[in-house]
């Protein structure tokens, strides 16, 4: 299965749900599965990771007076496009209030 996974929190963030949707991605790739991660960009001093080619980070806003959390801006037409072309079987939003 082509599976896509929407969160506002994975890697280099080391928080609960972070840790969760790349456990799952992981387990599901190792199933034989193709597991694409749609995820916020954090800034630079945090990303020295490798994403890969199935993670694609989009624009995010970090105000620390908000919230801890990256703000998603999840709208991009590279990722509309790209996520149209790939015709997936199954759509999971880690966050359904912040990202729809």
Do not use: C
Not at 42 to 62: C, E, V, W
Not at 91 to 100: D, R
């Amino acid at each position: 299965m082509r599976i896509a996974f929407f969160t506002n929190n994975y890697l280099p963030n080391t928080g609960g749900a972070a840790i969760s949707v790349e456990t799952y991605r992981s387990a599901l790739e190792k199933m034989g599965h193709e597991v694409y991660v749609f995820a916020p960009k954090y800034p630079k001093q945090f990303t020295s990771h490798n994403d890969g080619d199935r993670i694609f980070r989009y624009s995010a806003l970090f105000i620390k007076q908000i919230t801890i959390h990256p703000i998603p801006i999840p709208f991009s037409f590279f990722i509309e496009n790209y996520f149209r072309d790939k015709n997936f079987d199954i759509i999971h939003s880690h966050h359904p209030y912040i990202i729809w």
